[in-house]
């Protein structure tokens, strides 16, 4: 079989799933002004507040909110609508960027399990793939810390909006 380069076949199979779209505030306001509904209201409507428990030096734990793309009862992202993406000019960066986000070059389970449920990576010339992540990922992670870290980590006074109790992810649930 001969191997052919990447392309994305738009199946929306990583729309379904354990993984989540992570959201950053400016993924907020492009979504929310794509869909003409205010920021509070596409929070409400469209979104799950998550606290993660990450590690901070070698003896401490830092607690970080974020927002992800709510999804159904069967694990499908809220926006994708007969297996295709409704807000495909507004998604997030992560599903832009998605399967190359940063755990695909750093997480051998991760990339075992994109490779074999995305069939536009089967069969495909290695030389086609991008040999890391985007450094536009890392770039807007380190804004996005910094962004909490002058906000006194409250994504509610960043954004504006009131949140819901956020469910908490200790390390041991994310590893
Ligand atoms: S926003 Fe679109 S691309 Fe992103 S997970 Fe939802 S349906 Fe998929
Ligand atoms: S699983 Fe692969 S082919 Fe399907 S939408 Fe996602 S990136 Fe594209």
């Known amino acids: 079989m001969v ?21 950053y505030p400016d993924d907020l306001r492009t979504l929310a002004g794509h869909l003409g509904l205010s920021l509070q209201t596409m929070v409400d409507r469209h979104t799950d507040y998550l606290i993660l428990e990450l590690p901070d030096g070698p003896n401490g734990w830092v607690y970080l909110p974020y927002l992800i793309l709510r999804k159904d009862s069967k694990e499908r992202c809220v926006f994708l609508k007969e297996g295709l993406c409704s807000v495909h000019a507004a998604k997030p960066a992560q599903c832009r960027e998605t399967p190359f986000v940063d755990e695909f070059f750093s997480d051998d389970e991760w990339n075992a399990a994109v490779r074999k449920s995305c069939p536009a990576l089967r069969d495909v010339d ?49 590893s």
């Open 126 to 174: 290695p030389a086609t793939l991008p040999k890391s992540a985007a450094p536009a990922a890392a770039d807007r992670e380190r804004r996005y810390l910094e962004l909490l870290r002058e906000n006194s980590y409250s994504l509610e006074k960043i954004l504006g909006v009131t949140l819901p109790a956020p469910r908490i992810l200790t390390r041991a649930e994310l």
């Open 3 to 23: 191997a052919r380069a990447y392309s994305c076949l738009r199946c929306g199979a990583c729309c379904v799933g354990d993984g989540s779209a992570f959201l």
